[in-house]
């Protein structure tokens, strides 16, 4: 079987999951598969993170999909900005060029996760290795096979998640090591069921939202799960 990789952000760092359970953090995503890859090649990687921008007006398919399938869980699934919003260089500069050029506003998280887009993107651009979009809403929802009724904030959504993820042999171990101490549970979680997806990725039995991807500045623009 081959190893695969599933990647969440979690505050200043990145945190990841592999299907051998191996759990990593590192402050930046090139660190981060480089610490991976030392313990064995990784053959797919899928990342809670879009890939691929949109350059004008209206939404991502893949953003729009995604929000039709997770049901209660729409509001996690945020509209991704057009990329002159992402490099500006302040909130109030990237709300104004966002009402500009895609005709809507700019939420704080999304912006807050400009860098990490970036980032991905630059990484994506850059490595021969593949790298996929996910979505950790969407691949419990696909993995469930349902709606998913409770945050992963609470208690009763963190269970349930657990659950899922043990079912198919990829629940973190209860000590995951210095990752444990930088990362939430949530994002271990979300880690761990982005690895899931990416072993879908790997042995070809992955949804595509939407299917075919969409075309967006050179990048096939697809939510995997």
């Known amino acids: 079987m081959v190893r695969v990789l599933g990647v969440d952000v979690a505050k200043k760092y990145w945190v990841a999951v592999a299907s051998d359970l191996r759990v990593y953090a590192d402050p930046t995503l090139a660190g981060l598969l480089e610490a991976a890859d030392a313990d064995g090649p990784v053959e797919v990687i899928g990342i809670d993170i879009p890939i691929g ?51 809507r506003g700019l939420s704080r998280q999304a912006w807050a996760l400009g860098p990490r887009i970036l980032e991905v993107d630059q990484v994506v651009r850059s490595v021969d290795r593949r790298i996929v979009e996910v979505h950790p809403e969407l691949s419990f929802a696909t993995l469930a096979g349902r709606h998913l009724p409770a945050p992963k904030s609470t208690w009763a959504g963190l269970e349930d998640r657990r659950a ?33 997806t990416a072993r879908r990725v790997a042995d070809g039995t992955a949804e595509g939202h939407p299917d075919p991807p969409e075309q967006l500045d050179g990048i096939a623009a697809c939510i995997r799960a």
């Open 53 to 103: 921008m949109p350059d004008g007006a209206g939404y991502r398919q893949a953003d729009v999909a995604a929000r039709a399938v997770v049901g209660p869980r729409w509001p996690s699934v945020f509209m991704t900005p057009p990329r002159a919003a992402l490099e500006a260089g302040s909130y109030a500069a990237a709300l104004e060029t966002a009402r500009r050029v895609a005709g």
């Open 164 to 196: 899922l993820l043990a079912e198919v042999g990829l629940a973190p171990p209860a000590d995951v090591g210095r990752p444990g101490y930088v990362a939430g549970a949530d994002d271990v979680l979300d880690a761990a069921v982005a690895c899931w």
